[in-house]
């Protein structure tokens, strides 16, 4: 079996292009390193940055499904609410308000539908015009070739639960950088062990997944998957928590990494099968298409946001 083959067969069993997806997540951890090595300030932007495109990426596939939120208003509120965060001297206290004062916004703004030009259209026909019949047809907005129609409320419902997907669990990305006195090591965990986790289970899934998890919402999916995430994961905490923390805290929290190893690996797998379902039940593949080998923003960092505020609650309940 020569080179091109083996590599074909890889991205078969791991159901992504490999050598695109390795690029692209080398430069994603070097944009990274290079903004907390700046300041911590840039990281925070660049979560901003980040989850605006995420928001574009979801305002476009739920239109797919006739579906609206209102994007310029989510991403004005959830861009100030995540500013804030990190600005405002008490910081959880102005986060919940930021939370509880976007949800009152966004009930009428979802309401309204307001469209510009016709970019929303034609990423809309572009979406559709890539995605996979079958998919499509096993969605459950699939109305026999007519035009997918949604009600108000549904529109309403829709932006509720994208305030929580994106504003409330990356609000919980830039918490950790707020206190414990070590804002480096806490974007790192909050970033690179879900990441790490993504990883342990694609290698181990790969080379060793026999038992499916769960076949229907996900069938790349395995328990030795599972088992994966949760080592490497364990073994990503042990490493920051080494170069972070003194022999006081080894002393007194030596398991802290075990648990955030699990907790990660367990969290991180059950956001990408949330993420699974929610792009099976709209009829899509990927969230978007930005990221090379890994579609889209939201595709790369669901798991980051699900265990955000695991790792969040954890580091703060352990004085860390």
Same mark, same amino acid.
């Given at each position: ?64 499904? !006739? ?30 308000? !930021? ?56 529109? %309403? ?10 504003? %409330? ?21 909050? %970033? ?32 030795? !998957?599972?088992? !994966? ?26 398991? %802290?990494?075990?648990?955030?190893? #699990? ?33 889209? #923003? ?23």
């Amino acid at each position: 079996m020569d080179q091109h083959e083996q590599i074909d067969t890889i991205n078969k069993r791991t159901g992504r292009n490999m050598p695109q997806a390795i690029a692209t997540g080398a430069l994603l951890v070097a944009i990274i390193l290079a903004a907390l090595a700046i300041r911590t300030d840039v990281f925070v932007f660049l979560i901003v940055l980040f989850m605006t495109l995420g928001l574009w990426e979801l305002r476009i596939d739920f239109a797919t499904v !006739g579906l609206h939120i209102p994007f310029v208003a989510l991403s004005l509120c959830s861009a100030a609410t995540m500013l804030a965060t990190y600005y405002a001297p008490w910081h959880f206290a102005t986060m919940s308000l !930021g939370m509880m004062a976007t949800v009152v916004l966004m009930l009428p703004a979802s309401t309204a539908r307001l469209s510009f030009g016709t970019r929303v259209p034609m990423a809309v026909a572009r979406k559709l015009s890539a995605s996979d019949a079958s998919i499509r047809r096993a969605s459950s907005f699939n109305q026999e070739g007519q035009a997918p129609k949604a009600s108000r409320l549904a529109n %309403v419902g829709v932006t509720l639960f994208t305030v929580l997907y994106i504003e %409330v669990l990356a609000c919980y990305l830039i918490f950790p950088l707020t206190f414990g006195g070590h804002p480096f090591a806490h974007a790192c965990m909050s %970033v690179f062990l879900p990441a790490l986790s993504d990883t342990g289970g694609l290698f181990f899934g790969a080379a060793f997944g026999k038992h499916k998890l769960s076949p229907r919402i996900s069938p790349k999916k395995s328990y030795e !998957g599972l088992a !994966g995430s949760m080592l490497f994961a364990m073994a990503g905490a042990f490493a920051i928590f080494a170069c972070t923390y003194g022999p006081e805290q080894w002393a007194t929290r030596w398991w %802290v990494p075990i648990l955030a190893g #699990v907790l990660v690996g367990l969290v991180g797998t059950y956001g990408d099968l949330c993420a699974s379902l929610i792009k099976r039940d709209l009829g899509i593949k990927d969230m978007g298409h930005l990221l090379k080998g890994h579609g889209g #923003v939201l595709d790369r960092v669901d798991s980051i946001l699900m265990c955000a505020p695991v790792i969040a609650l954890l580091l703060y309940a352990t004085g860390l």
